[in-house]
């Protein structure tokens, strides 16, 4: 497997989440990626908002679990790779897979403002603004996802590329450039 690009992946993935940059991901780094998605979407005292900070607070509870090795209360960048290499070679159970989609399919679930059981463009945009991507990378990479051309992604689509970008280490998956053009 080419190991590279997975770990090239990881280090995006981690910097997204590190949301303060000192090198480790911590709770507050949680709390503040739920309000960077809230006041993206204008969107700041809502059930809907509350319902992000509670999804990102059970993923920082379940990574947190997993990969703090040491118990300070934060994982380091290394703690962090190491746990999301193991996942993509096979070492997670099916039951953790199982959790891990599920934790995926709420947080797709609170992106798609209009309720419509589909994430658009402007949707996708905002959301992955909170993650530091740009509004055009955001857009070439909806393009790509949207296999079909209808302007729409389906939250399955949306768990399928989530989920292949944190374990495929093929160089053409769709789902490569999520967090931003890799440079790997």
Partial sequence: ??????????RRLFDAYDVDGNGYIERGDFEALARRINESFADTGSQRAAE????LDDIWEDLASRMDVDSDER?????FIADKLDAARGGATASRRRVRQERRRRLFGVMDRDGDGTIGLDEHRRFYRAFGVSAADA????????????????????VEASLEYSTSADPEARSNDLLGPLTA
Avoid: I
Avoid at 52 to 55: I, P
Avoid at 144 to 153: A, F, Q, S, Y
């Fill in 75 to 79: 994982v380091s960048r290394e703690e």
């Fill in 52 to 55: 992000v900070a509670a999804v």
């Fill in 1 to 10: 497997m080419p190991e590279h690009l997975l770990r090239e992946k990881m």
């Fill in 139 to 158: 857009e070439e990479t909806f393009a790509v996802l949207d296999e079909n051309g209808d302007g729409l992604l389906s939250l399955d689509e949306m």
